[in-house]
């Protein structure tokens, strides 16, 4: 089994898309071409089956495939993190014990979604599944997904126990943030993680620890780059890469008006750079003929992404 051997885990771990043939069947000569894109890009470790890797859409069969072919992939090179969010607490433990079967180094969970959980509840069911999880997890605040806000108080509740080692943040709220950062000043190897990349910056600035950045799926050294000023404090640099980031952010992820406008742009966008299949997984359907020669005239503009 692969092991986080640094705590607090650094750096740019972004969500993995989820490349697709159609429903049933992963594209598996793409998903190697990306991970050793995102490998030679320099990033710091994986983050697979989130949202940016579409799990909520994903069968079990393929969400086991994703598991075992990125850690084969990977091969103990960086920590490989699975998400393991469900409704249903049992199937998030037998996907934790298969990502343990298969090498993955942690899990990453947020609250269950439809009905809203209290902050009690919240502790409850964290601590249950830390305690029965052969990996050790981080816990996961996606409160536009999931109707549930993770209170400050909440994080550090959970964080006592010995395997939660870390909180990924996107709520995109910096107050919140910067909050945590705060309420864990004495926490030297709880990992805080920020997921929207146009906060990763500013969040490593303050004493975060590093991001989810989706982006990194097209751009590894451009966010790697971005991290590495911020951890540094060159702003000047940290000024440059972050204006290329919120580009990116404009030009590829706000095309229409869609839920998953996000989704449909980072996938086109790697279809575009011969990177992964423009394929959604259903009921989630790709940018059309028009949108996509929107995409790919935003695409060419973005200049100056570092190589």
Known sequence: MSKIKDKPLRGIIPPLVTPLKDDQHLDLSSLENLVNHLLGGGVHGLFILGTTGECTSLSYAIR??????????VNGKIPVLVGISDTAPEESLLLAKYAAEHGAAATVLAPPSYFGLAQAELVTYFKQLADASPLPMFVYNMPSHTKTMISIETAKAVSDHTNIIGFKDSSANGTYFNGLIHAFKSRKEFTLLMGPEEMMAQAVIMGGHG?????????????????????????????????????????????????SSYLKGLKGALSLLGLCPNFLASPYQAFGKEAMNTLKQNLESIAGIPA
């Open 64 to 73: 086991k495939m994703m598991i075992k072919e990125v850690c084969d992939l």
């Open 211 to 259: 991001g989810i950045s989706g982006g990194a799926n097209m751009f590894p050294k451009l966010y790697v780059k971005l991290y590495e000023a911020a951890k540094s404090g060159n702003l000047e640099q940290v000024v440059i890469l972050q204006q290329k980031v919120m580009e990116i952010s404009e030009k590829i992820y706000a095309l229409g008006t869609y839920g």
